[in-house]
């Protein structure tokens, strides 16, 4: 690889970190190249970009950015790959968990993973990162919970018949 062609990868990997908030790395070593080709597949169908990069490359396009992902420093070693979601944080982990359970050696394994510039090293975090709820199932939460003290009070006014005898009977109750 001539070194222009390394610059331009470098490039690229930083436009695309920048660009989104969440990635993960993972070690794919051991896989088969049919494995692999399956992981991608799985990843493509799910929305995630897979890319394998060398390990130098991935810590000099992190360098570029205003985060400081010196911690990553540890786990770039061997074979590193990248997945990048644009829009929900869980979907990395929930591939590689889903892809786990058809592989006896249970690969691959997360190296780490970076969730709105919040870092977590090490395959210990995948099940708290597969079950992060996205932006829009937060939202429907929260909207929920706010409704419902409403929807309590019209349910009460309803359940009384309509009637100020009703209404009495009811809010005494409670």
């Known amino acids: 690889m001539t070194k222009e062609e390394k610059i331009n990868i470098v490039n690229e990997l930083s436009a ?14 051991g896989l088969t190249v049919a494995e692999i080709n399956d ?4 990843c493509f169908n799910k929305g995630v970009e897979y890319q394998i990069v060398k390990n130098t490359l991935i810590k000099k396009a992190l360098e570029t950015l205003d ?18 979601s644009k829009e929900n944080a869980n ?8 892809f786990k359970k058809n592989d006896k050696d249970e690969r691959p394994k997360l190296k780490g993973a970076s969730i709105d510039t919040d870092l977590f090293i090490g395959e210990q975090h995948l099940d708290a990162l597969s079950k992060l709820k996205s932006k829009d199932e937060l939202i429907g939460e929260v909207i929920g919970l706010l409704q ?24 005494s109750e409670r």
């Open 16 to 29: 695309k970190l920048k660009e989104t908030n969440f990635f993960y790395v993972t070690d794919t070593s």
């Open 39 to 42: 992981f991608r597949r799985m």
């Open 67 to 84: 985060t400081d992902y010196s911690e990553f420093d540890e786990v770039l070693k061997g074979v590193s790959g990248i997945m990048f």
């Open 91 to 98: 979907v990395p982990a929930k591939v590689i968990k889903e």
């Open 148 to 171: 419902s003290p409403a929807k309590n009070v019209i349910s009460a006014l309803n359940s009384g018949g309509s009637t100020i005898a009703g209404l009495v009977k009811t809010l």
